[in-house]
């Protein structure tokens, strides 16, 4: 086979254009795929590292939906905290709005009156201030002397030997017992039952002394005298002046009761324990994707694409929330009412249910602020992922992608180098015709 003979001006045009053609691609490959590694060819180092830095972004940006699942479910359980705490305020109205209407729950008796039109007409003072200002105790015997114009009479209790004078008023669980003088007056025994806390006393225009529990529970007020302030605190205890000394016809053993129920409080039965059956069902549905932080489901949120120790993940551990959890009864108007119900009718069982609804809301109030602090928590690491995974990829771009300005100059000067080869190649192929001319 013959072998061609080209010049060196055409073989060097020939390799500048060659050479030319060469970049000319590879400018126009890395502007088609915009990037200047395409393959562990073009740059091992950088091609393998860009592709670690996708590979970490994409794992990430998985765990994202992961994440935002997280967020709702806590949210979901975080509204259904909120509406649980308004249902409680609304339990609460219902017991202030039973609490407000007791007037056929107190227990009250009136005596007979202490004193009498004579004795008013002697002093010129009301029944009312005549029976006030009386004595309790007789200073000359053992009989109630009437008042004058100059004398304010008294009830006639001896104290000629039982010198110490007491009243004890209790009801419930709640005793209190307080001396009196053996000077002291009515006024001064009414002053005592209203420091009490337990009952209030009056004297009425008919000069009748009035006494009123402010509970719902059988009230008894006790009058008694002894050689001491013990025995006189022991004595009143039985109340036996109750009735010589013509201040209540029923002693403090027997007690007053109250004398009916409300009719208010029996109507919010109903309402009250339809509000507590709610607070169990909005907790059943605060859940989300299967998951219900209220029903004592444990949710874990992965942060990052590592496994065993490596990884980071929350775990939020949920309560079950339901009334009774919460120490909320039900409301009852039984005297004796079941097991998790309270006497919608008494006093006491109300204060105490009251106590226990802000005990409640206290503890509702702290679930929120706890799913509070993993919420924010967990958008906290959203927020770091999302910012991550840009920055890995951004980071892997730097590595492997062209800057499609310089490559987009660089081939524009290709291919005018090109086109100046071809026409040095042109104008070699000139120069080796010029020998034909001799011919």
Same mark, same amino acid.
Do not use: W
């Given at each position: 086979?013959?072998? $061609?003979?080209?010049?060196?001006?055409?073989?060097?045009?020939?390799?500048?254009?060659?050479?030319?053609?060469?970049?000319?691609?590879?400018?126009?490959?890395?502007?088609?795929?915009?990037?200047?590694?395409?393959?562990?060819?073009?740059?091992?180092?950088?091609?393998?590292? !860009? =592709?670690?830095?996708?590979?970490?972004?994409?794992?990430?940006?998985?765990?994202?939906?992961?994440?935002?699942?997280? $967020?709702?479910?806590?949210?979901?359980?975080?509204?259904?905290?909120?509406?649980?705490?308004?249902?409680?305020?609304?339990?609460?109205?219902?017991?202030?709005?039973?609490?407000?209407?007791?007037? !056929?729950?107190?227990?009250?008796?009136?005596?007979?009156? @202490?004193?009498?039109? !004579?004795?008013?007409?002697?002093?010129?003072?009301?029944?009312? *201030?005549?029976?006030?200002?009386?004595?309790?105790?007789? *200073?000359?015997?053992?009989?109630?002397?009437?008042?004058?114009?100059?004398?304010?009479?008294?009830?006639?209790?001896?104290? %000629?030997?039982?010198?110490?004078?007491?009243?004890?008023?209790?009801?419930?669980?709640?005793?209190?017992?307080?001396?009196?003088?053996?000077?002291?007056?009515?006024?001064?025994?009414?002053?005592?039952?209203?420091?009490?806390? $337990?009952?209030?006393?009056?004297?009425?225009?008919?000069?009748?002394?009035?006494?009123?529990?402010?509970?719902?529970?059988?009230?008894?007020?006790? &009058?008694?005298?002894?050689? %001491? !302030?013990?025995?006189?605190?022991?004595? /009143?205890?039985?109340?036996?002046?109750?009735?010589?000394?013509?201040?209540?016809?029923?002693?403090?053993?027997?007690?007053?009761?109250?004398?009916?129920?409300?009719?208010?409080?029996?109507?919010?039965?109903?309402?009250?324990? *339809?509000?507590?059956?709610? &607070?169990?069902?909005? =907790?059943?549905?605060?859940?989300?994707?299967?998951?219900?932080?209220?029903?004592?489901?444990?949710?874990?949120?992965?942060?990052?694409?590592?496994?065993?120790?490596?990884?980071?993940? #929350?775990?939020?551990?949920? /309560?079950? $929330?339901?009334?009774?959890?919460?120490?909320?009864?039900?409301?009852?108007?039984?005297?004796?009412?079941?097991?998790?119900?309270?006497?919608?009718?008494?006093?006491?069982? #109300?204060?105490?249910?009251?106590?226990?609804?802000?005990?409640?809301?206290?503890?509702?109030?702290?679930?929120?602020?706890?799913?509070?602090?993993?919420?924010?928590?967990?958008?906290?690491?959203?927020?770091?992922?999302?910012?991550?995974?840009?920055?890995?990829?951004?980071?892997?771009?730097? @590595?492997?992608?062209?800057?499609?300005?310089?490559?987009?100059?660089?081939?524009?000067?290709?291919?005018?180098?090109?086109?100046?080869?071809?026409?040095?190649?042109?104008?070699?192929?000139?120069?080796?015709?010029?020998? @034909?001319?001799?011919?």
């Amino acid at each position: 086979m013959s072998t $061609i003979s080209l010049s060196s001006g055409v073989r060097a045009a020939l390799g500048s254009l060659s050479s030319v053609k060469s970049d000319a691609a590879q400018a126009q490959y890395r502007l088609s795929t915009g990037k200047k590694v395409n393959s562990a060819v073009d740059d091992p180092v950088n091609f393998f590292t !860009a =592709a670690g830095l996708n590979d970490r972004a994409g794992q990430l940006t998985k765990n994202l939906d992961g994440i935002s699942n997280g $967020i709702q479910t806590i949210t979901a359980a975080s509204q259904g905290i909120d509406s649980i705490t308004k249902l409680v305020s609304s339990l609460q109205s219902t017991i202030k709005q039973a609490q407000a209407d007791a007037v !056929a729950n107190r227990p009250a008796k009136a005596g007979t009156a @202490l004193s009498t039109a !004579a004795e008013t007409a002697l002093n010129s003072k009301s029944l009312k *201030d005549t029976t006030l200002d009386k004595s309790l105790a007789d *200073d000359n015997g053992a009989t109630a002397n009437t008042a004058t114009a100059a004398y304010a009479g008294n009830l006639g209790i001896d104290t %000629s030997t039982n010198t110490n004078l007491a009243v004890t008023i209790s009801a419930g669980n709640t005793t209190y017992t307080a001396a009196l003088s053996a000077t002291g007056t009515v006024r001064d025994l009414v002053n005592e039952i209203n420091k009490s806390g $337990i009952a209030t006393a009056s004297v009425d225009d008919a000069g009748k002394l009035n006494v009123t529990g402010n509970g719902s529970n059988t009230l008894k007020v006790g &009058i008694g005298s002894g050689t %001491s !302030a013990a025995l006189a605190a022991t004595d /009143s205890a039985a109340g036996t002046l109750n009735v010589s000394a013509g201040l209540l016809v029923a002693d403090a053993t027997t007690g007053i009761a109250a004398s009916g129920n409300s009719t208010v409080r029996s109507n919010l039965v109903n309402q009250f324990n *339809d509000l507590t059956s709610q &607070i169990d069902q909005l =907790a059943k549905d605060a859940g989300f994707n299967g998951k219900n932080l209220l029903a004592g489901d444990k949710l874990s949120i992965v942060f990052n694409e590592k496994t065993g120790s490596q990884q980071s993940k #929350l775990d939020v551990q949920g /309560s079950t $929330i339901t009334s009774a959890n919460l120490g909320i009864q039900q409301a009852s108007t039984a005297t004796v009412p079941p097991a998790g119900s309270f006497n919608i009718q008494d006093d006491s069982a #109300l204060s105490t249910a009251s106590d226990n609804l802000t005990n409640v809301l206290t503890t509702l109030r702290s679930t929120s602020s706890s799913l509070g602090a993993s919420l924010s928590t967990v958008q906290t690491r959203q927020d770091f992922t999302k910012n991550l995974s840009n920055t890995l990829t951004a980071g892997a771009d730097n @590595l492997v992608s062209a800057d499609t300005n310089q490559e987009a100059a660089n081939l524009l000067a290709l291919q005018t180098r090109q086109q100046l080869s071809q026409t040095a190649l042109s104008l070699s192929n000139q120069a080796d015709q010029a020998i @034909l001319r001799l011919f």
